[in-house]
């Protein structure tokens, strides 16, 4: 079985303020990762995604993430929010060449302007 | 209009009642997912077609909940003697294929009173 786990479920930060989203996952073999954002009133859609080689992977907007496989981890990460990233965060994951994702519970980011 | 596309956008019914609810996929994706999403909660797979073949129906919760995809496109997820604890926001997503990047709809959002 294959789980996620998202253990902020809201985060709020002022303009400016460097962000990290945490995601574990629970999986022994290969995996397949993704970060997919959700803004207010829109769809889900794609952030970035991990399939493999270079660990740190560059999504859209400015955002990255890190696969560390010892931690079983792939921290969303930007270094200066904006208010306009206010939305929610959806970690997944997809295990050993499975079609079928798991997502996270999501994470709740509010950015004041 | 190259997005995937869902109908009803809102759905109130009563308790007991069927609901039907479509999705219509980018053209020329084999592969249609569909989620739930409860309050607070991640999205939880329910069902997944592949072009022609037999599709996964692992995730539906219970025999009340079925689902046909017509021609390789539109799909109708369906829920027979509705309970209040379906109300959630239904997802459809598609792609290209079964590894490829999803592509989501805007939800059907379903309350049961």
């Known amino acids: 079985a294959q789980s996620v786990s998202q253990h902020n479920h809201h985060v709020i930060l002022s303009e400016a303020a460097s962000l990290e989203l945490g995601c574990n996952y629970s999986?022994?073999?290969?995996?397949?990762l993704f970060w997919y954002v959700q803004y207010p009133g829109q769809h889900l859609q794609l952030l970035l995604k991990?399939?493999?080689?270079?660990?740190l992977v560059k999504g859209i907007k400015g955002f990255e993430a890190e696969f560390i496989k010892s931690k079983f981890s792939f921290n969303l990460r930007k270094p200066s929010v904006q208010w306009s990233d206010t939305a929610e965060y959806f970690c997944?994951?997809?295990?050993?060449?499975?079609?079928?994702?798991?997502f996270g519970r999501g994470t709740s980011l509010i950015v004041h302007p | 209009g190259a997005g995937v596309s869902q109908s009803p956008s809102n759905k109130v019914t009563e308790k007991g009642k069927d609901v039907e609810l479509r999705c219509d996929p980018i053209s020329g994706h084999t592969a249609l997912y569909w989620y739930r999403q409860s309050l607070g909660q991640g999205l939880e797979f329910l069902i997944y077609?592949?072009?022609?073949?037999?599709?996964?129906k692992s995730g539906l919760p219970s025999d009340r909940f079925s689902a046909e995809r017509t021609g390789g496109s539109v799909s109708t997820l369906t829920i027979q003697r509705t309970q209040q604890e379906d109300s959630a926001v239904y997802l459809c997503?598609?792609?290209?294929?079964?590894?490829?990047?999803?592509?989501f709809g805007p939800g059907t959002r379903l309350l049961v009173l």
């Open positions: 999986y022994g073999g290969t995996v397949n």
């Open positions: 077609f592949q072009g022609n073949s037999a599709p996964d």
């Open positions: 997944a994951l997809k295990g050993g060449g499975s079609y079928i994702p798991t």
């Open positions: 997503a598609s792609s290209l294929g079964a590894q490829e990047t999803q592509y």
């Open positions: 991990y399939f493999s080689g270079d660990p």
